[in-house]
């Protein structure tokens, strides 16, 4: 099996559903203004593309953070270790540099680790123009050696227990990677 696709220019098609997806306009013309002049310049060295690369992408997992606290999270902020969606953003590029279509065939389902389970935050396609190739997981866990504050004790107390006031984010995650072309081609997990 061969998987091709076609390059998309600035098309308004393309922007709007980018649009839908709740991605700031601007920023999708810039990525794709940049894609262009890579492709204009094709001595351009791979460490800046990949470093560019790994840059949006941690971008796109703070904004999901931030969407994900006011909706799913029902909490007032999330704090982040440092550099943390930089190392995710690293091993997600890792882990595409061997697929077909790269990152642009990765449909990237993250998740975050609560003592009942695992609550999905949102589903990302890098590029909804191509066919899926294989799916990764991103699991943030909870860092389970915070203290309360007193804040969220009494928060907790005048408010419903599905409040919380601060979530602290513990500096592992985990990553599954499941390819959608291959039947013997099993998961991959890595914690990290």
């Not at 007193?150 to 928060?155: C, W």
């Not at 419903?160 to 990677?177: D, M, Y």
Request: charged share 30%.
């Amino acid at each position: 099996m061969v998987a091709t696709s076609t390059l998309k220019t600035k098309s308004s098609e393309c922007i709007s559903e980018s649009i839908d997806r709740r991605y700031d306009q601007a920023c999708i013309e810039k990525e794709l203004d940049f894609w262009d002049h890579c492709l204009a310049e094709p001595q351009r060295t791979a460490d800046v593309t990949e470093d560019r690369s790994c840059q949006q992408l941690a971008k796109m997992f703070e904004n999901c953070l931030s969407r994900a606290k006011k909706t799913t999270l029902h909490c007032s902020s999330v704090l982040v270790p440092e550099k943390l969606t930089r190392r995710i953003a690293r091993e997600v590029l890792r882990l595409a540099a061997c697929e077909p279509c790269g990152l642009r065939g990765c449909v990237l389902y993250v998740d975050l680790e609560l003592d009942k389970g695992c609550k999905r935050l949102e589903r990302i396609m890098y590029d909804a123009s191509v066919v899926p190739t294989f799916e990764l997981t991103l699991v943030f866990k909870q860092d389970g050696t915070a203290w309360p504050s007193l804040r969220d004790i009494f928060m907790g107390a005048c408010f419903a227990p599905t409040f919380r006031h601060v979530l602290k984010l513990s500096p592992g995650f985990r990553l599954v990677k499941k390819k959608l072309y291959s039947s013997s081609a099993g998961t991959v997990v890595e914690e990290c």
